[in-house]
């Protein structure tokens, strides 16, 4: 009887691979950031993710891991912050500031990524640049 079942080789699917530390998996937490702006949670799961692989990735992925962490809170903080200014009319102008900052934050982490370069100043309450 020959073993044709895919479900029951022991070997990892190639889709699986994006769950992997590294570049591929950096790049879906930067897309999953970006689709956070819109549906909420997948913001949470991009940050989970961020911390299960930061310190196994190795290379210049790991300035990465921690340019994605570091949008997360600082980002969460602004918006905060935002949200607490929006009695007066300030708030909202700077709700829209952050999300165009944490826009840009992750285009430009992606074209770095794209690149195969880290990300200049990871620890960087701006743009990272």
Not at 48 to 53: C, D, K, R, S, T
Request: hydrophobic share 50%; with cysteine.
């Amino acid at each position: 009887m020959s073993n044709t079942d895919p479900g029951s080789s022991s070997a990892p699917r190639q889709t699986d691979r994006w769950l992997e530390p590294g570049q591929t998996n950096a790049l879906v937490i930067y897309i999953l950031y970006l689709a956070g702006l819109v549906i909420g949670i997948t913001g949470i799961v991009g940050i989970v993710l961020a911390y299960i692989n930061r310190g196994k990735a190795g290379g210049f992925v790991e300035s990465h891991y921690t340019f994605l962490i570091r949008t997360f809170w600082i980002g969460l903080l602004y918006a905060l912050i935002s949200v607490v200014l929006m009695m007066l009319v300030i708030g909202f102008v700077l709700m829209l500031a952050v999300a165009v900052w944490f826009i840009a934050r992750c285009i430009l982490g992606i074209q770095a990524l794209q690149r195969g370069e880290p990300v200049r100043n990871p620890q960087s309450w701006l743009l990272g640049q």
